[in-house]
C-alpha cells in the first residue's frame, strides 16, 4: 500500500511539473484567392522576419501591406495570419494609437522634473494625473510604410486590389 501510494504521488508530482504553457495564439485566416497571392510574394522574400501591417480604409476595406520586421517589436504579437502553412505576425494601424511602453507592470508616462527636462516613470494615479495634467506626456510610436506590397480585402477576407500584379 505504502508503494501504490509513493507511485501516486511521484506520478502526481511528475505531471503537474511537466505541464507546458502554450503562448496565446489569435489566428487569422482570409479567402484562399488572397491567401495564394500573399503566398507567392513571401515565398520570393529573402528576409524571414515578415510581418503584416493591417490599415483600416475609410470604406471598411483592410490594406495588408507586407513589411519585414527590422526589430523584435512588431514580432511578439499573438495575432497572426496563417499563410499556407505558416504564421506570420499581423499588427494594426489601431495599435499605435494608444500604445504605451510598460515598466514594473504600468504604463510609463514623461514626467518633466525641471522645466525641458523629463522621466520615464510608471504611470500615477488618476488623481495624482488630475491635480497637474500638465506635467505627463505619453511616448507615440508610428510606422511609417513607404512602396510596401499591400493587398485590400474585404471584410470577408476576399482580394479586392493588390500591387503585385506588376
Known sequence: ???IFSLGFFLLLFS????KTNDTLIPYVIDIGAEKSIYNEISKVKHKDVVFYIEHLSDSTLKF????SNG???LRTD???FVNDKFYPIIFDTDYLFYSEMKDGKPIVSLEVKKNS??????PSIQEREKNPELYGFKKKSVMIDNSL???LDRKGKLLKTNTDK
Request: overall charge positive.
Open 1 to 3: 500500500m505504502k508503494n
Open 16 to 19: 503537474c511539473t511537466s505541464i
Open 65 to 68: 501591406h507586407l513589411i519585414n
Open 72 to 74: 523584435k517589436d512588431f
Open 79 to 81: 495575432r497572426k495570419l
Open 118 to 123: 523629463y522621466e520615464e516613470i510608471p504611470i
Open 150 to 152: 499591400y493587398w485590400i
